[in-house]
């Protein structure tokens, strides 16, 4: 089973992701996990997308969608894919369709995680505020200023894909306030 896990920045969609990893041998495909990992391998792409990341903006459309076709022609998901923060706009559905197809594969499902403004507000300052006390260094995003600029970023670009898969019969819209194992019950509900 091939799914998308759609919503706003600290909506959960990492946290619930790798519980599907854990619970049904799925693979996660998070494009913000292998950009941050090619920042840090210090790559030309990484050393590319940097700013644009660090401000909360989207990088590119060819970049992302590269990065998702290497590991759909390399990967192995007998459990299917869970794509996490991917398609952010209306050209990379487009191009996951086409990939997917080419791989004689369908998406299943896709899960829109709804939560208010103020609570991912506050999530994502609160996981900056953790990743220190921890001794870690912040995400460079996870701040009240860059959260705004990624907020509406997903408004303007990435919010019209509700209505895409709406209109595909693929989405269902789970209330993603509740807690971490409350939102968990209701993905599993939804993929049977
Ligand atoms: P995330 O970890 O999903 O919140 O992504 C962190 C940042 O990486 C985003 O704010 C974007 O700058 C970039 N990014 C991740 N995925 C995408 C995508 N599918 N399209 C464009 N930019 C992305």
Avoid: C
Avoid at 35 to 57: C, H, I, P
Avoid at 179 to 189: C, K, L, Q, T
């Amino acid at each position: 089973m091939n799914i998308i896990l759609l919503g706003p920045p600290g909506a959960g969609k990492g946290t619930q992701a790798k519980r599907l990893v854990d619970e049904r041998q799925m693979v996660q495909l998070s494009t913000g996990d292998m950009l941050r990992a090619a920042r840090t391998s210090g790559t030309a792409m990484g050393k590319r997308v940097a700013d644009v990341m660090d401000r909360g903006e989207l990088v590119t459309d060819e970049i992302v969608i590269g990065l998702i076709r290497e590991q759909l022609e390399t990967r192995d998901a007998p459990g299917g894919f869970i794509f996490d923060g991917f398609p952010r706009t209306l050209a990379q559905a487009d191009a996951l369709g086409d990939l997917l197809a080419e791989e004689g594969q369908a998406l299943d499902a896709v899960i829109e995680l709804q939560v208010d403004d103020e609570v991912l507000v506050q999530r994502v300052v609160g996981r900056a505020e953790e990743a220190k006390a921890a001794g870690q260094e912040p995400r460079a995003d996870d701040t009240a200023e860059a959260m705004r600029t990624r907020l509406m970023a997903y408004y303007k670009q990435t919010s019209t894909l509700i209505g895409y898969y709406h209109a595909k019969g693929k989405l269902t819209s789970v209330d993603g306030m509740g807690s971490m194992d409350a939102v968990a019950a209701d993905i599993a509900r939804v993929l049977g």
